[in-house]
Each structure stands twice: as C-alpha cells, then as structure tokens.
C-alpha cells in the first residue's frame, strides 16, 4: 500500500508556472506507474488525466492537452514525483491528484489507479 501526499499548487496568472509534488510513503515507490489527474470547477464527476509516467521513469504519456507545457518525472530517493506546468492557462485551473497503480499496463483513466492523494488546487487566473 501506498499513501500520497501533493503539494505546490496555488494561484498564478496566465502564462506563469507552478512545480506540482506528490510524496509517497513506503519503500515500494519504485514499484508503481504514477499519473496526474485534475477536477475542473464543475465537473466534480469527472478527473480528467493529465499525465502519466511508468515504474521505470522511462515511458511518459500526456493529455493533448497539457503536451509541450507540462513535463512529468520522478525521483526514486525522495519518493516524490512531480509536475512542472508552464505557459499556464485559465482552463488549466482545478484541483490536481496524484495516483498510484500497479506498473502494467499504461494507464490513462482515473478507474484504472488504485491509491489516490487528497489533491492540491491551482487556480490560474486571466
């Protein structure tokens, strides 16, 4: 079992960047293919995926997008994996969870993840 915890989010403006973390207890971090979703304002049925990175940091997936302005990686000795947002927009605005799951196959629906954070909100304003 794993257990997430996110910080870094907070309120921006267009354009500007914010540096996501998601720290993991446990010593099988290493063991987990790691995702990014997010809730937008309304849409509290639906978590949208942002960004995926496999067990071994060696494959990245993203959403349309988010592609060229978020990158996703890892760093096995803090347990942590983060999220770099740049170039900002308002629509990127929503509450941002991290979420674990079990190393195969890839995964880009929020059904598909196991352990999940308690999210951390970025509001982006124009």
């Known amino acids: 079992q794993v257990q997430l915890v996110e910080s870094g989010g907070g309120l921006v403006q267009a354009g500007g960047s914010l540096r996501l973390s998601c720290a993991a207890s446990?010593?099988?971090?290493?063991?987990?293919?790691m995702g990014w979703f997010r809730q937008a304002p309304g849409k509290e049925r639906e978590r949208e995926f942002v960004a995926y990175i496999s067990w071994s940091g060696g494959n990245t997936y993203y959403a349309d997008s988010v592609k060229g302005r978020f990158t996703i990686s890892r760093e096995y000795a803090k347990n942590t994996v983060y999220l770099q947002m740049n170039s900002l927009k308002p629509e990127d605005t929503a509450v941002y969870y991290c979420?674990?799951?079990?190393?195969?196959?890839?995964?880009?629906?929020?059904?598909?993840?196991?352990?999940w954070g308690q999210g951390t909100q970025v509001t982006v304003s124009s």
């Open positions: 979420a674990a799951r079990a190393p195969f196959p890839p995964a880009t629906t929020a059904d598909q993840y196991d352990y």
């Open positions: 446990g010593r099988t971090f290493s063991r987990y293919a």
